[in-house]
């Protein structure tokens, strides 16, 4: 009885600043019954929520607060994966509207090389039995193939003795800076990608692999380069869509390859 009366008196009391902020980003993520099931919870000492900052970068989202429910001392594993579920699924329709622009950016931030050849290795994440080889005799190309493989296993490779054997091959260019080519590497050596970054990218990554990507025959009828379907597709699943459309198309064919 006195376990039943402290409860009713616990849920008169308004929630504790600390309580209050945690539950408002919870709100975001549950039903509104959800909610009020672990807000009463809380109130009554049974549950408590904490905030997991992610370490994402401003590239990746502009929040990274992931609310984290306890029941007593143990991870609330039901409530949790309904609240993890929300939360990517808002980050990647956060992230997949600008994909292509930012994807290459993550590709070695401190390698000079031409835009191009970033683009392929982030493509080749999305369609990862591509068989991708970039002729370079600098040896700047092995260390972004290296950490291409580490979000997702890829069959890129940089060397000569593959041409025959692949679907591509790519010949890098010297990229021209100049007096500018200092300056660069030396504010290229300050950019480091956040394990946050890198975990969420690795995530991203293994779940738009899962997206079977349709072509329409009105689209295949128009390209010139059929043997490029896998880029074009890879294109769409960056983006997580399902369905390949015109600008797809047009991107690969800015590539020039």
């Known amino acids: 009885m006195i376990d039943k009366f402290l409860n009713v008196v616990r849920l008169l009391k308004f929630h504790k600043k600390r309580d209050k902020f945690a539950l408002n980003f919870l709100k975001n993520y549950l039903s509104l019954k959800e909610y009020r099931k672990i807000s009463r919870l809380v109130k009554q000492g049974k549950s408590s929520v904490k905030i997991k900052r992610m370490g994402y970068s401003f590239l990746i989202s502009g929040r990274d607060l992931l609310p984290r429910v306890y029941s007593g001392k143990k991870l609330d594993?039901?409530?949790?994966?309904?609240?993890?579920?929300?939360?990517?699924?808002?980050?990647?329709?956060?992230?997949?509207?600008?994909?292509?622009?930012?994807?290459p950016e993550f590709i070695g931030p401190s390698v000079i090389v031409e835009k191009r050849i970033k683009l392929l290795l982030a493509l080749s994440l999305f369609t990862p039995n591509f068989k991708l080889n970039i002729v370079d005799d600098s040896g700047n190309i092995k260390p972004l193939v290296k950490f291409v493989n580490?979000?997702?296993?890829?069959?890129?490779?940089?060397?000569?003795?593959?041409?025959?054997?692949?679907?591509?091959?790519?010949?890098?260019?010297?990229?021209?800076?100049?007096?500018?080519?200092?300056?660069?590497?030396?504010?290229?050596?300050?950019?480091?990608?956040s394990n946050g970054d890198k975990l969420f990218l690795k995530r991203y990554v293994r779940d738009a692999r899962?997206?079977?990507?349709?072509?329409?025959?009105?689209?295949?009828?128009?390209?010139?380069?059929?043997?490029?379907?896998?880029l074009i597709k890879a294109s769409a699943r960056m983006e997580l869509r399902k369905e390949v459309s015109s600008i797809d198309v047009e991107r690969i064919s800015r590539l020039k390859l």
């Open 77 to 103: 594993k039901k409530i949790n994966k309904i609240v993890e579920a929300k939360f990517y699924s808002e980050k990647y329709n956060q992230f997949s509207s600008n994909a292509w622009l930012v994807f």
């Open 150 to 193: 580490e979000l997702g296993s890829v069959k890129a490779k940089t060397s000569k003795k593959t041409i025959k054997s692949s679907d591509l091959n790519v010949i890098k260019k010297n990229v021209r800076l100049g007096k500018f080519r200092e300056i660069a590497n030396r504010a290229g050596k300050k950019v480091k990608i």
């Open 210 to 230: 899962k997206i079977k990507t349709y072509i329409s025959e009105e689209i295949l009828e128009t390209l010139k380069k059929p043997d490029l379907i896998p």
